[in-house]
């Protein structure tokens, strides 16, 4: 007797869950895959941009950041654990790749004819930080110390400008001696005119900074194998923002 064997085809229908909005960066800072998503939250620039895409393309990162003309400026990416790469005008950036952290931008005329200067070594997790979140910068040394110089530091509202220079004092026995203070080029003033308290001038590579005398306190410590010029960056950026938390301006000051 003859078997007759049916043959049933199973179909099975993948659910694909859309979200409603998708930061990328907390995906690759926890080493996942980002979803799909109607938008997405990136960074350019330590900038937050809402985009309806899940691909642009270099131009167009560049554009929504207001560099323009775009072909002036190189674009990098930030990828999880440290790696930076670049992203051509007309290369495609998806945001639902694995791993991409931010992006950031590099005034391509501002070095032209000249190097940065690297006259000193700093210790590979600082030059990590330093490739990934700052345009240009420097190690400089002088009869009076070796220094980090940064530029286009971004400032919060209230100074009337919206960057600076800034230079960082490295400490004989860094990374175990504790980094401390901030240097400023050109001097910030409040624009409500309200006085910055505790600034002195300081002559580094030929020019007069401002030393803002900011120190960690005992609740705060320097922790030895944890802050680094990193974590004091982010603290030099809290002592911009503290100037007014502690004396608000009497009126909104413009950017």
């Known amino acids: 007797m003859d078997k007759h064997i049916e043959h049933t085809d199973v179909v099975i229908i993948e659910e694909i869950i ?6 990328i ?10 979803p799909k998503a109607e938008k997405y939250e990136i960074q350019i620039d330590r900038i937050e941009y809402l985009v ?3 691909h642009m393309t270099g ?12 072909e002036r400026f190189q674009l990098n990416q930030k990828l999880h654990k440290g790696k930076v790469e670049k992203i051509g005008l007309d290369q495609v950036v998806c945001f639902t790749d694995p791993g991409v952290e931010k992006f950031m931008t590099v005034p391509l005329d501002q070095t032209e004819g000249k190097l940065p200067r690297r006259q000193f070594t700093l210790p590979e997790e600082d030059l990590e930080a330093l490739n990934t ?3 240009i910068w420097e190690t400089v040394s002088e009869g009076n110390g070796q220094w980090v ?21 490295i400490e004989p026995g860094y990374p175990r001696t504790q980094l401390d203070m901030v240097y400023v080029y050109p001097p910030l003033q409040r624009a409500d005119n309200q006085p910055i308290n ?58």
């Open 18 to 23: 859309i979200l409603k909005v998708v930061n």
């Open 25 to 34: 960066h907390v995906y690759a800072r926890a080493g996942q895959k980002p």
């Open 52 to 54: 309806d895409k899940e």
């Open 59 to 70: 131009r167009e990162l560049l554009t929504l950041a207001g560099k323009l003309p775009v």
């Open 133 to 135: 979140n700052c345009a």
């Open 149 to 169: 110089l940064i530029d286009e530091f971004p400032l919060p509202n209230g100074y009337g400008v919206q960057t600076a220079t800034i230079a960082i004092k």
């Open 198 to 255: 505790a600034l002195c001038g300081q002559m580094i590579d030929g020019k007069m900074f401002q030393r803002w005398s900011r120190h960690r306190t005992g609740e705060n410590p320097w922790r030895d194998g944890e802050d680094n010029l990193s974590t004091h960056l982010l603290l030099v950026s809290f002592w911009f923002e503290q100037e007014f938390q502690k004396r608000p301006a009497p009126y909104a000051v413009p950017a």
